[in-house]
T-cell receptor
Framework: GIQVEQSPPDLILQEGANSTLRCNFSDSVNNLQWFHQNPWGQLINLFYIPSGTKQNGRLSATTVATERYSLLYISSSQTTDSGVYFCAVERGGADGLTFGKGTHLIIQP | DTAVSQTPKYLVTQMGNDKSIKCEQNLGHDTMYWYKQDSKKFLKIMFSYNNKELIINETVPNRFSPKSPDKAHLNLHINSLELGDSAVYFC??????????????FGPGTRLTVT
């Protein structure tokens, strides 16, 4: 099956800092999503981005499908950005998403 | 209105019992899924259904049986619960789970604790 690797596994930043999270995947995919799992356990959709670049407020994401990686950028971090960020991919045919192990982000005031 | 809902939110039960978790989506999606998140927060697909038909059944013990009475519902029944079944179970749905592949939306999760 597809392998998904995320880096870094842990990240501690001060409020206001910027960060880049990376997701590498081992095969071509038709779906790539970024999620934020907040401290209450909810999985929040950030981006649906099998290719290209998208922006939503302080967050943006880029997927280079031909090179099999995606990047999530968080600018001007806030304490509410803390949590685990997951990258997940799917080839299609209702395979279901294959998740990476996540990046655990802590934003300190 | 909640797009993907699950009940119950928390479930505490003893080993050997049988329990069910219900999932409903009001997004009009064709495909629904069950995922398991273990104590290390690793998320793994268990089942997927497209138009009430089972598509994917990962290496899940046959004590787990999904049932889809209609496109909007996918329930998970677990027989003879074991300690290792303790986890958070997430339901999800997407439109056009076959090609083209749609965005998946997740429910709030059900935290199952087996004692």
């Amino acid at each position: 099956g597809i392998q998904v690797e995320q880096s870094p596994p842990d990240l501690i930043l001060q409020e206001g800092a910027n960060s880049t999270l990376r997701c590498n995947f081992s095969d071509s995919v038709n779906n790539l999503q970024w999620f934020h799992q907040n401290p209450w356990g909810q999985l929040i959709n950030l981006f649906y981005i099998p290719s290209g670049t998208k922006q939503n407020g302080r967050l943006s994401a880029t997927t280079v499908a031909t090179e099999r990686y995606s990047l999530l950028y968080i600018s001007s971090s806030q304490t509410t950005d803390s949590g685990v960020y997951f990258c997940a991919v799917e080839r299609g045919g209702a395979d279901g998403l294959t998740f990476g192990k996540g990046t655990h982000l802590i934003i300190q005031p | 209105d909640t797009a993907v809902s699950q009940t119950p939110k928390y479930l505490v039960t003893q080993m050997g019992n049988d329990k069910s978790i219900k999932c409903e989506q009001n997004l009009g999606h064709d495909t629904m899924y069950w995922y398991k998140q273990d104590s290390k927060k690793f998320l793994k697909i268990m089942f997927s259904y497209n138009n009430k038909e089972l598509i994917i059944n990962e290496t899940v013990p046959n004590r787990f049986s999904p049932k889809s009475p209609d496109k909007a519902h996918l329930n998970l029944h677990i027989n003879s619960l074991e300690l290792g079944d303790s986890a958070v179970y997430f339901c999800a749905s997407s439109q056009d789970g076959l090609l083209p592949v749609g965005e998946q939306y997740f429910g709030p999760g059900t935290r199952l604790t087996v004692t």
